[in-house]
């Protein structure tokens, strides 16, 4: 007889999901992903100017607004047929650069590391920190009260196998403390060039509001050059610990998958090299992306919406009763295809030229840890990948800072024609981000976001296929059912950000 487990919330910090297994002989057969609350930015979009869009749409989350800000000028460039200038270009990389390396440490950190670093060794803890001195009585005064989730967010956790090297652990939670700080400088570094984060204030299709000064120029290379530090101090070498000491994650968490990339970081001001490039793969053959292969599904949604709508066309009628529905989250589809996005669909598109930089560094760790090149489809060839690729956008941004000039200008103007329409391809952190604009008598006539998260997290789609996590969670095993940390751990490897995803 099987077993239903339901995980709800199962993100540690990112909107409200829910994942329901049904186990049978230790063993997933059968997995629903449930985002659970309505967003409705699509409808508060209709009606008003094209500018406001990136404003509003950046409010979607506080962890990957650039990315909303960015697509939404990107979507715009599209449709007012306008290309920003190299001074532009470098200043949007640059804050989407911090944004990125914050969000995978924290990724690694806050939200994941604690599902294999054993955090109850620092109340054992002796040595002459003072950081983990301080967190040491923290925790043990905390156990002592009568709270009752004492010591949150550290514990209660599940009764499972974590690292057992004291020494690894006591290393890992100092760098969780310090990852804290790196995302304090992060967002600082960003802020030079976008007045403040997390909502920030400069993006204007065509360019930046922001000028070039020396002083910003030094204060973001000095900030970017401690966080390659961190990255490859303590990041990476954290993840190999980790890997190490649980190589079984090197195949859970995998599924025969179709992988989409949408490209990031352009190296030219048409956007047509980026730094991350853009691509499909379908049953592991590459093509190049197809503008109206996008679709989206309702069947299994709380929307009313009609199905199999093209973005541009896409409709966003919440019906929070609907027959059969189990998620406020659409089923994203390619050429009709479920897709995993994010850090292993980016890897595998650049994986296409050997000579990218990501390409580089994931050989690399492939020979260091002796790795098949299957073992990068898995919980844990995610979280190397993102990793990897918070080096490599370090090590770049560092290049671009000392490619501005000063006195040049930082965006183009443009006019907002009566009638138009344009998609702002634009990888964020957890995938690939798509904003489809629609304007009709110079205001917002239609706005669709297809959001990374919806993507992974997508249920079935009308001819009940079921989505990226979905499958992936299929064989996923679950040695106790009152402890299932298993598929926690394949699904956090994602990194679902429901705030995002849900329409
Ligand atoms: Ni709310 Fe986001 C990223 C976007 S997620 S975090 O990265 O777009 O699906």
Redesign the pocket.
């Known amino acids: 007889m099987g077993k239903t487990i339901k995980i709800d919330p199962i993100t540690r910090i ?2 409200h999901l829910a994942i329901k297994v049904e186990v049978e002989n230790g063993k997933v057969y059968k997995a629903e992903c449930s985002g659970e609350m309505f967003r409705g930015f699509e409808n508060i979009l209709k009606g008003r100017a094209p500018t406001d869009a990136q404003f509003i749409t950046q409010r ?5 607004p650039i ?2 800000g960015t ?1 939404s000028v990107f979507a715009q460039e599209d449709a007012f047929s306008i290309t920003p200038p190299t001074n532009g270009r470098l200043i949007r990389n640059l804050i989407l650069g911090a944004n990125y390396i914050q ?1 995978h440490i924290i990724h690694f950190y806050q939200l994941c590391a604690l599902d294999f670093i054993d955090i109850a060794a620092i109340t054992a803890y002796q040595g002459k920190d003072d950081d983990l001195l301080g967190l040491r009585d923290w925790v043990n005064a905390q156990l002592s009260s009568k709270m009752l989730y004492p010591a949150a967010p550290f514990l209660p956790r599940y009764d499972t196998k974590y690292v057992e090297n004291a020494e690894i652990n006591i290393s890992a939670i100092k760098h969780y403390l310090e990852a804290l700080e790196m995302r304090r400088i992060a967002h600082q570094a960003a802020a030079l060039f976008c007045g403040k984060i997390p909502h920030a204030s400069v993006f204007v299709p065509g360019g930046v509001t922001e000028v070039v000064t020396i002083d910003k120029i030094e204060g973001y290379r000095s900030i970017m050059g401690k966080l390659l530090n961190f990255v490859s101090s303590s990041y990476i070498p954290d993840v190999i610990e980790v890997a190490k000491a649980f190589p079984e994650y090197f195949k859970l968490g995998s599924w025969k998958g179709n992988y989409l990339a949408v490209g990031v970081f352009p190296e030219n001001n048409e956007k047509t090299q980026n730094l991350l490039p853009a691509g499909v793969l379908i049953d592991g053959k590459f093509s190049n992306i197809d503008k109206s292969s996008f679709s989206e599904d309702t069947g299994s949604s709380y929307f009313s919406s009609g199905s199999g709508l093209h973005p541009f066309s896409g409709e966003t009628v919440p019906a929070a009763h609907k027959n059969n529905a189990y998620s406020w989250l659409k089923a994203p589809r390619y050429q009709g295809k479920p897709m995993e996005v994010g850090p292993l669909a980016r890897a595998l598109v650049a994986m296409q030229n050997p000579s990218n930089p990501l390409a580089k560094e994931i050989t690399k760790l492939a020979s260091t840890l002796n790795l098949e090149a299957s073992a990068l489809v898995s919980a844990l060839g995610r979280h190397a990948i993102r990793a990897l690729e918070a080096k490599v956008i370090a090590q770049r941004c560092l290049e671009w800072i000392s490619q501005l000039v000063p006195g040049e200008p930082t965006f183009s103007a443009f006019t907002i024609p009566d009638s138009a329409q344009g998609v702002g391809f634009m990888e ?4 690939a ?1 798509s904003h489809w604009i629609k304007v009709a008598g110079g205001k917002i006539d239609n706005y669709q ?1 297809i ?4 993507w ?1 997290c997508s249920p079935r789609d009308d001819q009940g296929t079921a989505g990226p996590i979905e499958q992936a969670l299929l064989n996923t095993p679950v040695a106790d059912p009152e402890n299932p940390i298993e598929p926690a751990r394949v699904v956090r490897s994602f ?7 849900v329409h």
């Open positions: 990112e909107g979607i989350c506080g962890v990957c990315s909303h697509a969000s964020a952190p957890r995938g981000l976001c959001v990374p998260t919806t992974n990194d679902p950000c429901i705030a995002c995803a």
